[in-house]
Structures are given as C-alpha cells and as structure tokens.
C-alpha cells in the first residue's frame, strides 16, 4: 500500500529559496566572451527581462513568489510525495523510498515550475514574443502552455531529429498556440550556416539554442527563455523541494539520500536546494546524487572550465562541468539528459564535495523504470529512469546491509510521449553508448581559453 502525502494550498510556498545566499563560497562570475571580463546586468538585457536578470544574480535568501504565478501553480500543484511502499516490497528491501511526482502538470514534468514563472515576468516587462529552443519536445511544451497563460507569443525551434520523430510533443506545443519550427532552419544566420554544411543535419540543442538566442537579439519586441541550467530557472524550481521538505516532516522522515536525474541541472536542484542549506548550514549528514547518462557524462567526465552555452559561440561564458560546446550527444532516448554543459550551481556545489554524480547506461534505467511501474503504475520518462535506477541500487544496497535509509528521489515526468522508447527496450533494441575518450578529446580542445 503505498501513501500520499498531500499538501493544502494553502501550505504551498510563497517564496523561492536561493542558495546563493548560503553558499560557502560565491559562484565563479558569468565572463563576456569578448572582454574575457565578468558581465554586467546590461549585457543580459537584450535576451531577459531585468526582473530575471536581477534574480540570476540575487544573493537574498527568499524571494516572494507574485500571486499571479501562485495561482497558476494552483492548476497542478501542490504535487504529491509518495511513499512507494508497493515498490519497496517488490524490492524486498529495508529502505524507505519516497518519490515526489512532477509528472502531473499539464505539459507532464517539472518544467512549468519555471516556464510559468518566466512567462509572467516577461509579461510585467511588455515583452510581446519568447524565443526557445527544444530537445525532446518538454520544455518547448511547458513554456507554450505558460505563454499561452499570460498571452505571450511563442516561437521553439525543435531539434530536427526530435521534430520528425516526436510529432505529438510539437502539437502540443500548437495546441497551446504557439510555433514550432524544425532547427537547423533558415530563419537565422546560424541554422543557415549549419544547413550549408550539412544540409541533413539531425541538429543538436547547443545549434537550437544559437537560433533562439539571435532571434531574440535582433527583435526589440522578443526575448529568450531557458528552460535549465541558468540560477533563476534553479531558483523557481525550489518550490518542488520546498513543498517535499514539508511533506518529509508531516511523513515524519529525513532523506539520507537525495537524488535526481540531471541534463541542465533544474529538477535535480529544485528538489535537493533547500535540503543543500541544511547540509551547509546546520551540518546535515545527505548524500545528495545527481544522475547522468553514460553517452552524455557532462558530471563525471567533463572537464570544470568556462564554456558557451551554445554551439555558435553567441552566449556569455558560464563556468561549469562541460563536453565542450561542439560536442554532439549519441541518440540516447533521454532528450533532455543530452547537453554539453551544466547548471553553474550544481557544478559549483560538485566541486565543493557538497553533491555527488554517477552515471548510467540506459537500458539499466529502463529495468529499473520498469519494476517501478510495475509496481507504482506511473510510467516515468526516460529521463526521470536514471533517478528511479539509482534509487533501486540505494534501495537494493540497504537490502544487503540491511539498513532502514530514507530514500528521495524527484520523478521529474510522466514517459507518456516517449512509449516509442520503451518499445525499443521491448524489442531489445536500444543501444548503450559509452562516450568515446577521443571524441571527449577533441570537444574538449574547442573550449575558449579562460581561466578566471
Ligand atoms: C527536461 C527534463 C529533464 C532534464 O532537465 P533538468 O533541467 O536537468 O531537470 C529531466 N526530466 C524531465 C521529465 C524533463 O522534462
């Protein structure tokens, strides 16, 4: 039998946490590519509204959640934690397993937490249209539904691949009003210069990303949205792991292990951030463990150095855990696990030993989403296997030590898009990449040389 614990409305948080005002050592700052100098407010502004530029560098511990973006919220949250003692029992293990279910909200994962909140500060600022990119189809999704909320207009450019192959994810995106286009395309310098290489090119986020980012410099009338890795998408993240701590307490539990799957960073942060402050400031004993794919091992074989975000060389540098900024991932099914780069706070957090990474292949994660759905129901995503895998090897670890650990972990989405990838599980079809040392290599030569 296996327990929810719901929160009430009226318990759901109304400010964010930022863990920049707890670190132990500040974050390395953001460098102009051109200056090799750290950058200003200003230099943002033409892709954000000066609301999310302010919060990126905030060092205030709470900031208010505005009502409007509450409310919002009010249509899927607060979502539930679930103490998944059918699973438990399946395992035969002493370990308690709790998992806090995002895949509940319209677009089906932990996205809009973000996406809506990005969407109403635009609105505030009179910025007409949004640019993004997308991989897998969920955050282009999740900010088509926030924008069609706050009457925005919106424009994703879709990694080719994922546009042929994943029709349904676009007309979402459509149904909620906004455009979705194929990137590489011809509607930027950019994607033209790609498509002049290679006119079948299968596109990568890093080239989407260069697309959104110059639409939105060139048109006064637009500005750009990220869906990961920036502070002010980990910030409003917060709200999930702020509504779990709560949830923890009413269960009567403390996590010993926190985990999360991590492409950009953002589900893994929201969840883990407030329970990172109890391990920073009150000495809290956490294993906080983020997970990766073996074919895109940005945590645990990338290097630690200053990098683009993109793969035209357009964005400010960020320091960060990265494959380098050219480096195309192998077409594992987790689209939104396969990014060069990573979350400037989870890096920073990794260096200083406060979190852990480890990586998977992806078969294992599908043997592991699988026991869980068969004995939790819900069908996870792709990208949301690598946690359930790691909580079934901590789950598993106990049974042989016999010790009772709290188990969290975040279900960051719903797998129902993606039922194509599991066939190919079925069908024992699917591929586990390791990524080559001398592809790592030369990635790694293109990185800019700054060392600030
Ligand atoms: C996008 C996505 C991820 C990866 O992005 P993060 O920023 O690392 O959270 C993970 N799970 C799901 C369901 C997603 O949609």
Known sequence: MSKKIILTEKDMPKAWYNIQADLPKPLPPVIHPGTGKPIGPDDLAPLFPMSLIMQEVSQERWIDIPEPIQDVYKIWRPSPLVRAERWEK??????????????QSPPGSHKPNTSVAQAFFNKEAGVKRITTETGAGQWGSALAFACNLFNIE???YMVRISYDQKPYRRLMMETWGAKCIPSPSTETAAGQAILAENPDSPGS???AISEAVEEAAKRDDTKYALGSVLNHVMLHQTVLGLETKKQMEIAGDYPDIIIGCAGGGSNFA???????RDKIVDG???????VEPCACPTMTRGLYRYDFGDTACTTPLLKMHTL??????APIHAGGLRYHGMAPIICHLLELGIIEAEAYHQNACFDAAISFSRAEGHIMAPETSHAVKAAMDAALECKKTGESKVILFNA???GHFDMSSYQKYFENALEDYEYPEEELK???KTLPNIDA
């Open 442 to 444: 030369k990635a790694l």
């Open 324 to 329: 380098g900024h050219a480096f195309i991932p």
């Open 270 to 276: 929201g969840l883990m951030l407030p329970f990172a």
């Open 412 to 414: 960051s989405g719903h």
């Open 90 to 103: 399946a395992l035969d293990t002493p370990a308690k397993i709790y998992f806090k279910w995002e895949g």
């Open 284 to 290: 809290k004993k956490i294993k906080i463990l983020g």
């Open 154 to 156: 919106c424009k994703v």
């Open 205 to 207: 986020l890093g080239i």
